[in-house]
């Protein structure tokens, strides 16, 4: 493997011809990278008749879009997304590559490093550049990536290198990075990439693909209202639902909340669900269990309703209340309609 | 009955619900805290319990670990696995994702056949979910990942696989790699027989040099990434305290204090 510095890259995944919001957001934040050091940026689309997303991408900071594009490739499927990818990486070299740690994005990512043999980083919720001395063999690496990753159900930071192989490569939580401004005057250029399929390719076979419904998008939320254990039960997170309809927001849960069954997998906020970042993000009856919070902190403002003094979220919150939701949130949701009427 | 060679790959890990301990190097002290069977691991064994009653399986259930991840092991025979592996090495301490699918790799092609490997999604402490895609890689053999049911039709699979906002109906060929979700496969309460063959069965013990795995390729020199620094996580709020006489206090006040910074709580359409 060289050590030679390489473009940075990111894979873009896209439903129903449209990019995925985090696939933009990581974009907003590999441009930053990629600008600190000099480098280009590429994404990488693989799929078919995606061409026409390419312009959209450079618009979001990408100088070069690669195409790869078949018929065979309109569903995402693991083995020929793998070999693609792979052999692309081979012969284009770039030093950094970045996926969405969505479920595509943890399953094609993986592979791709084991391909190559190359380190790879899940969840993170942070990337940097920076230099790294690795103190047992005495050796400096200049301008590699740092990935920041929760460790331990989010008690402590690690950041973690790959000093020697190439490429780099981290999967990162949607809602973890800003969505970038679209500048429409960027130019860039569109490689398509040849595809000739393979045997194996065809391994795995798609037989159907159902929509979920009642699906929870917190992409873009300006305000989440989230219940936790103390929100009692179904009753309580109808109150909650209330207060969101008032205010326009999105209601989320804790994992306490939902392993009570008071809510669905789909509402759950933090490690293991989904990561947040509104404006604001109001936690009711939740205590703040570490893997809860790493989800959230990326909220403008969090505030807390809990009627236990001492719950850890208050540590973490911008404003607190100590009292009951039953008491507590009837009388905000009174006071906002007032104040609006 | 089919006959199918399931492969379950287990991990013990610290109890999440009990306290764990970080060593000055950032790794985990596992000597301390009790263990469990990685909860979705668990689930792919009920998985792989629930094909052996449909179809006739046989299930060896692998881990890598310390000589203790015997106790593991030992549990998955008693709930109803066949044959149980431990890859124990002094040579594989520090290994990442990529150098303990390698090692899992190798001893896999050690076993004389092999047609369906189970394993979790994810592990409760390294939560990657990525040593099962990689395995899959090293073997040269197709994944599908994310899977709450799955069906044996002959020489392949049926799965749903169950994806942010949609769930996909699979078809793959066998041999093949699923990782299970948590808690889809209702983990097996241990057996008489199954304890029985639990005291009597012997775990296999094997090292790096049995699997003949490159050691190059395997603990901390096979594993590219490292541990560059570990932080305590520091918070940055303003940590305000609402307070007032009544509740009817408290909402006004909390209420102002948000308008004095500039946030505004109004209703939907009135802003």
Not at chain 1, 240 to 245: H, K, S, T, V, W
Not at chain 1, 266 to 288: E, F, K, N, W
Not at chain 1, 306 to 323: R, S
Request: aromatic fraction near 6%.
């Amino acid at each position: 493997m060289n050590r030679e510095q390489g473009g940075i890259w990111v894979y873009v995944g896209h439903s129903g011809g449209q990019i995925d919001r985090s696939a933009v957001e990581l974009l907003g934040k590999a441009r930053k990278l990629a600008d600190k050091i000099g480098a280009d940026l590429s994404a990488i689309l693989i799929g078919f008749g995606v061409k026409s997303l390419s312009h959209e991408l450079i618009s979001y900071g990408a100088n070069r879009v690669y195409i790869v594009d078949h018929e065979r490739l309109a569903n995402y499927t693991t083995m020929p997304y793998a070999r693609l990818l792979g052999d692309l990486i081979r012969v284009e070299k770039p030093g950094i590559v970045l996926f969405s740690a969505d479920a595509n994005g943890r399953d094609l990512a993986p592979r791709i490093a084991a391909r190559l043999e190359t380190g790879l980083t899940a969840d993170c919720v942070d990337l940097d550049i920076g230099d790294f001395e690795d103190k047992e063999y005495g050796n400096k690496y200049r301008n590699i990536l740092l990935q920041v990753v929760p460790a331990f159900g989010g008690n402590v930071m690690a950041t973690i290198v790959n000093p020697e192989r190439r490429p780099q490569m981290a999967t990162v939580r949607p809602g973890t990075f800003e969505m970038p401004d679209k500048d429409l005057n960027r130019r860039g250029e569109v490689v398509p990439f040849d595809v000739e399929l393979e045997e194996g390719d065809n391994a795995v076979e798609v037989l159907e693909v159902i929509k979920k419904e009642d699906t929870v998008n917190f992409d873009g939320a300006r305000i989440v209202v989230a219940g936790g254990r103390g929100v009692g039960g179904i009753r309580g997170f109808n109150l909650l639902r209330e207060l969101a309809d008032v205010l326009g927001a999105e209601v989320g849960a804790s994992r306490a909340a939902v392993e009570a069954g008071w809510i669905s997998l789909d509402y759950m906020v933090g490690l293991g669900g989904q990561t947040v970042r509104p404006d604001i993000y109001i936690a009711c009856g939740i205590s703040g269990a570490m893997h809860h919070i790493m989800g959230v902190t990326n909220s403008k403002i969090i505030i807390a309703i809990n009627k236990d003094p001492n719950a850890p979220i208050f540590n973490v919150a911008d404003y607190f209340i100590v009292g009951d939701i039953f008491d507590v949130v009837p009388k905000v949701i009174e006071r906002i309609r007032l104040l609006s009427s | 009955m089919i006959d199918v060679d399931v492969v379950v790959l287990l991990k013990q890990v610290p109890d999440p619900k009990e306290y764990i301990r970080i060593r000055e190097d950032g790794t985990l002290d596992r000597e301390k805290a009790r263990s469990i069977i990685n909860p979705c691991d668990r689930s792919a064994l009920g998985a792989a319990i629930e094909a052996k009653e449909k179809y006739g399986a046989k299930i060896t259930a692998i881990s890598m670990g310390p000589l203790k991840a015997e106790d593991a092991l030992r549990e998955a025979l008693a709930m109803g696995a066949d044959e149980a592996i431990l890859i124990s090495d002094r040579r594989l301490r520090g290994s990442d994702t990529l150098a303990t699918s390698y090692v899992l790799h190798r001893a896999i092609s050690k076993l004389e056949r092999y047609d369906l490997i189970l394993c979790g999604v994810e592990t409760t402490d390294g939560g990657t979910g990525q040593v099962g895609p990689e395995v899959a890689e090293y073997l040269g053999i197709p994944q599908i990942t994310c899977v709450e049911e799955f069906k044996i039709e002959g020489e392949s699979i049926e799965a749903r696989r169950t994806l942010e906002s949609k769930c996909e109906r699979l078809k793959v060929r066998l041999p093949t790699l699923l990782t299970i979700s948590n808690g889809v496969y209702l983990p097996r309460n241990t057996t008489f027989s199954g304890i029985m063959k639990a005291v009597k069965g012997r775990v296999q013990t094997w090292s790096t040099a049995f699997i003949e795995a490159d050691e190059n390729k395997v603990g901390s020199a096979g594993s590219p990434t490292k541990i560059m620094k570990v932080e305590k996580v520091t918070f940055h709020r303003k940590r305000c305290a609402i307070g007032g006489a009544d509740v009817e206090a408290v909402t006004a006040n909390l209420l102002d204090k948000l308008v004095e910074n500039g946030i505004s709580l109004v209703e939907h359409g009135n802003e």
